[in-house]
């Protein structure tokens, strides 16, 4: 049995990535033009921005009405994205892969590699692929429920007749993935979770090898960047143990400061959901990536190229706006700091162009968006002066891997200054090198974002509904990008000096300071899939639904039945109850609407609790009522089509009768613990 499940999901793993390699494949000619001095010629996010373009493709055209969400629409984007890319592209890219076969070795060794990283956590992730705690629940709810539009916006399902207000592109991504590949969402979910860590991994790996000029470098800032932990592990686990059990539990690293989310990749890997900054990882990386080959290729870009990066910088600043807002606020940063460093510092690019390239990104982007930013409302209630700092030992804690590389390679440095072994000319020619100016900006830049939520902060609902917690959104997502940046920036400067110095004795030191890092950085990883996994004890494969069927048999087979028999999206009635627990589960596993799921995260969404609440009353008003025309009353208004009566309705409404809803609708589905009723007047 184990090993007939160990193989089909060892196909469906296989499957997945030959999937994400043909939306590389499909832009690879592009990519060939616009990183000339990349030595995989743009492979390493050629399947990001592939996935990214195609998909932008379907969404704006049926934003517009114009073309439904189907597999045909999104199989037709890959198409003539292809052709877009092969047409023009195809003879110059088959043409310096024959003169240079070197750039073909390394793609190859490149994805035998990251396909064996794939299907390593692919498979760790298959000892606990349950879609039921923390934000999960509502991530699946909304990729669901892209699933079953045909345009966009999606509608809310957790909010009867609402569409979604939340930047839901990446769910939509995941949702494109499921009609690209014909597998459920159940199984996309997980193969999503690992694919975009292993994405943005080959991202850091190709822009670490080309800012470093060594493979070396690459692997370095992938692994700092997405593979290895903080340094909480090593320096606090011994006794910084979870109350309950009093052993080391991993997340326990993303709690450093007091009231505040200190996340990183790898942790983001080890939790397992699909929330807006996991999905936004490999877009951010791919926004990185291509601001380093466009400052790169200056004065070489032919001028296809030279307005080619604006827009396409542009496009994923745009995409960056509906995924994850954080990364495009970022990103813009990013741009506009490299593109002072390489201006007044470097004098490399004139004011004039950086001006009508600026302008082109900002229109680009706003076009790109713009279908979401019409049915978008921002709960942000503004910007407020924090009132409380982190303590100093928080950043060798968080940080301590990045800024120890920094450090003491700054120190190396300087000793060999003070020897005369280097001189201040050799420095500066680094630094003012195209390479170095941008090495520079990161750095810059990671220090202006971690400043950022030391001295304001986003106002959001927990400002005054859990006043503690006022600026954690705020720091969490700031210092998931500076991990990010950061590594980038650390892992080049630490390079850089490594072929500067002459010392052999530094030289060594700083590879053994680089060994114990890898070593004390890497074990969290393995360490938290062995907490994640409960020890390794069951492999239950990738489908998140065996799960729901082990714990929850009774819903599983009715929910099996509401997505097989019911088509569209008409509206369920379900209990309603507390956010991260099982409650909402009908509208989650169907994406069929409820009348209201998780009350607290509409309240985070739209900014007001009392409408959800009330609602919450009214779905409880229902359940218990006895008066019929009381309760036929609320199902129509709300339009209701199904009611949902199984082990959580029970449980939250103790005074369920049962026997006055089955007056309003006919009963569709019984099982000993689950009734589905078909609500009479309703299509």
């Not at 079953?148 to 592109?169: E, T, V």
């Not at 951010?284 to 466009?294: C, E, H, K, R, S």
């Not at 407020?384 to 390679?409: A, K, N």
Request: charged residues 15%.
């Amino acid at each position: 049995m184990l090993n007939s499940l160990l193989f089909t999901n060892l196909l469906y793993i296989i499957f997945a990535y030959f999937v994400f390699s043909v939306l590389g494949l499909a832009l690879w000619p592009l990519m060939f033009r616009f990183f000339p001095s990349f030595g995989d010629r743009g492979w390493g996010v050629a399947k990001i921005l592939g996935w990214a373009l195609a998909g932008w493709m379907v969404w704006f055209l049926g934003s517009l009405k114009i073309v439904p969400f189907s597999e045909y629409s999104c199989w037709a984007s890959v198409f003539l994205l292809g052709v877009f890319a092969w047409w023009p592209g195809g003879k110059e890219l088959k043409k310096t892969l024959k003169e240079e076969p070197a750039i073909w070795r390394r793609v190859i060794l490149q994805e035998v590699i990251f396909l064996l990283l794939f299907l390593a956590l692919c498979l760790a992730r298959g000892f606990y692929p349950g879609i039921a705690n923390v934000e999960k629940p509502m991530d699946f709810a909304f990729v669901n429920s892209i699933l079953r539009s045909r345009f966009f916006p999606p509608k809310d399902p957790w909010l009867a007749g609402q569409s979604i207000n939340y930047y839901y592109f990446g769910h939509y991504l995941t949702a494109f993935f499921a009609k690209l590949s014909g597998l459920s969402s159940s199984l996309v979910f997980n193969l999503t979770s690992v694919g975009v860590i292993v994405l943005a991994g080959q991202g850091l790996l190709s822009l670490g090898a080309a800012l470093t000029d060594s493979w070396g470098g690459g692997w370095l800032t992938c692994f700092f960047g997405v593979l290895s932990g903080n340094l909480h592990f090593p320096l606090r686990g011994w006794w910084d143990t979870d109350p309950n059990t009093g052993k080391y539990f991993y997340p326990r690293a993303t709690r450093i400061v007091p009231y505040t989310i200190n996340e990183f990749p790898a942790y983001s890997f080890l939790l397992g959901d699909l929330h807006a900054h996991v999905l936004g990882l490999p877009l951010l990386v791919l926004g990185i990536y291509w601001l380093a080959g466009w400052w790169l290729s200056l004065k070489q870009a032919r001028r296809f190229e030279g307005a080619g990066h604006s827009i396409i910088f542009g496009v994923i600043l745009g995409v960056c706006a509906i995924t994850n807002s954080w990364d495009a606020l970022a990103l813009t940063g990013l741009w506009l700091v490299s593109a002072l460093f390489f201006w007044f510092l470097g004098k490399r690019v004139g004011l004039a162009y950086l001006l009508k390239s600026g302008l082109t990104v900002s229109l680009t982007a706003l076009l790109v968006s713009l279908p979401f930013l019409l049915s978008f409302k921002s709960p942000v209630g503004g910007i407020g002066l924090v009132r409380t700092r982190s303590p100093l030992d928080f950043y060798l804690v968080f940080f301590g891997g990045q800024l120890i590389l920094l450090f003491s390679s700054l120190l190396a440095l300087l000793g060999q200054l003070l020897e005369k072994k280097i001189t201040g000319r050799v420095i500066k020619e680094k630094l003012f090198s195209k390479k170095g100016l941008f090495g520079l900006s990161l750095l810059a830049f990671s220090f202006l974002w971690l400043l950022l939520p030391e001295r304001v902060y986003l106002k959001d609902i927990f400002d005054f509904s859990n006043p503690p917690y006022y600026r954690a959104n705020t720091m969490f997502k700031l210092h998931f990008e500076v991990w990010v940046i950061l590594t980038i920036a650390c892992v080049f400067v630490w390079w850089a000096v490594c072929r500067l110095i002459y010392s052999r004795a530094l030289k060594v030191l700083l590879t053994v300071i680089i060994l114990l890092l890898v070593f004390a950085q890497g074990i969290y990883l393995p360490q938290g899939l062995s907490d994640a996994s409960g020890g390794w004890s069951n492999f239950y494969g990738l489908d998140g639904r065996l799960i729901l069927e082990r714990d929850h048999p009774e819903d599983a087979a009715a929910l099996a039945w509401l997505g097989k028999n019911v088509a569209g999206q008409p509206v369920i009635l379900e209990a309603v109850g507390s956010s991260y627990t099982h409650y909402a589960r009908v509208s989650s596993w169907t994406g069929l609407p409820t009348v209201v799921g998780w009350v607290m995260h509409q309240w985070q969404w739209r900014g007001e609790y009392a409408p959800y609440h009330a609602l919450e009353l009214l779905v409880k008003g229902v359940y218990e009522t006895g008066n019929p025309d009381f309760a036929k009353e609320m199902l129509l208004e709300n339009k209701v089509a199904y009611v949902y009566i199984g082990p959580l309705e029970k449980q939250q409404y103790p005074n369920l009768d049962i026997d006055t809803l089955k007056l309003l609708g006919e009963v569709v589905y019984n099982s000993q613990e689950v009734i589905i009723l078909k609500v009479y007047g309703t299509k």
